[in-house]
């Protein structure tokens, strides 16, 4: 079945750091890719996705292409906040239309320190 | 896009009793889902609530722990039932996504404490 490979976290990083998260995923044909965030105490919101191989996702200075060779989704920011403390979680949806639902990876704390 | 609103957004319960979380959606989906998020966990897929028929469980989760309802194409209700402190986690309703390309939305969650 379908599945999503996130590095381990937590990653702890000074503001203005550059920030790499990888995402790895195992898939059937050509999955969509997204990543959430979630806020403390909030719920899961979308940050960016691509749709197709090549495709490059991109939302508030982060961003991730779709690589199908390697099967990989890595997110990455050139500078990172401490507003941008939070869990990171890769999610891909699959082709098989009987099952809409996501497949999220393990998720990735990130921690940015003034 | 769609808005979620869930609730209870919290709440501390006694072993053996049952709690039912709701999920409005301010439009009508196809597809609605039921995630448990454990402690420090990712997300784990609950079922599928299916419209006007029963729920699509996943592999070890069933029915009389977990029953839902989907009355219509904009509200659900998950009931965790008989609750043990194993079952203290978030539990977050989605919606979507519409289709393969498309996002899915999810509400704020419910915290759960068993105690």
């Known amino acids: 079945g379908d599945s999503v490979t996130q590095m381990e976290g937590p990653v702890t990083l000074s503001e203005e750091a550059f920030l790499t998260i990888n995402c790895t995923y195992t898939?059937?044909?050509?999955?969509?890719l997204f990543w959430y965030v979630q806020y403390p105490g909030e719920g899961l919101q979308l940050l960016l996705k691509a749709t197709k191989a090549d495709d490059k996702g991109s939302n508030k200075g982060f961003e991730a292409t779709y690589r199908k060779e390697t099967t990989s989704f890595h997110l990455e920011k050139g500078s990172v906040q401490v507003s941008d403390s939070a869990v990171y979680f890769c999610?891909?949806?699959?082709?098989?239309?009987?099952?809409?639902?996501?497949?999220f990876g393990s998720g990735t704390r990130l921690q940015v320190q003034p | 896009s769609a808005v979620i609103s869930q609730k209870p957004s919290r709440d501390i319960c006694q072993r053996g009793t049952s709690l039912t979380i709701q999920c409005q959606v301010d439009?009508?989906?196809?597809?609605m889902f039921w995630y448990r998020q454990q402690p420090g966990q990712s997300l784990t897929l609950i079922a599928t609530?299916?419209?006007?028929?029963?729920?699509?469980?996943e592999s070890g989760f069933v029915i009389d722990k977990f029953p839902i309802s989907r009355p219509n194409l904009t509200f659900s209700t998950l009931t965790v039932s008989n609750m043990s402190p194993e079952d203290s986690s978030i539990y977050l309703c989605?919606?979507?996504?519409?289709?393969?390309?498309?996002?899915?939305?999810f509400g704020q969650g419910t915290r759960l404490t068993v105690v």
């Open positions: 898939a059937t044909g050509y999955p969509s």
């Open positions: 999610a891909l949806s699959g082709r098989d239309t009987g099952r809409r639902a996501l497949t």
């Open positions: 989605s919606a979507g996504p519409r289709t393969e390309n498309t996002e899915a939305f």
């Open positions: 609530a299916n419209q006007g028929s029963e729920a699509t469980y």
């Open positions: 439009s009508q989906v196809t597809m």
